[in-house]
């Protein structure tokens, strides 16, 4: 199936209670990321994929679809009645991503190339 969900994102006001409690729920082993980011990655594995689980301003979940080409899929987006919410953004030597929402406000990611 071609542009397959390839991570997720648990973020609430608090960090390190939301790591907990989906380890102490599903046995996750969020590992905290060093630097200034409140944010753990849960690796993916046996079918299952990776996410991450983190600070942010509000409680949010979020599922990453992988493209190739993360401003032409926007384009789409915005065609079709979504918004772009966060514009095509590099960070480097980690990802290049983006967020649109849908129509009715959902908040999806896009991910370009691998995860």
Do not use: C
Request: net charge negative; charged share 20%; proline share 8%.
């Amino acid at each position: 199936m071609p542009n397959q969900v390839v991570h997720f994102e648990i973020i609430g006001t608090n960090g390190p209670k939301l790591r907990e409690f989906y380890q102490d729920v599903f046995d996750w082993r969020p590992e905290v990321m060093p630097g200034p980011m409140d944010y753990g990655t849960v690796p993916g594995g046996d079918g299952g994929i990776g996410g991450g689980i983190g600070a942010g301003d509000s409680a949010r979940l979020t599922f990453y679809v992988q493209v190739d080409d993360i401003d032409g899929y926007l384009r789409q987006v915005e065609a079709r009645g979504g918004k772009t919410v966060v514009p095509r953004t590099v960070i480097p030597n980690v990802v290049t991503f983006a967020n649109f929402a849908d129509p009715e406000g959902n908040v999806v990611g896009l991910v370009e190339g691998q995860m």
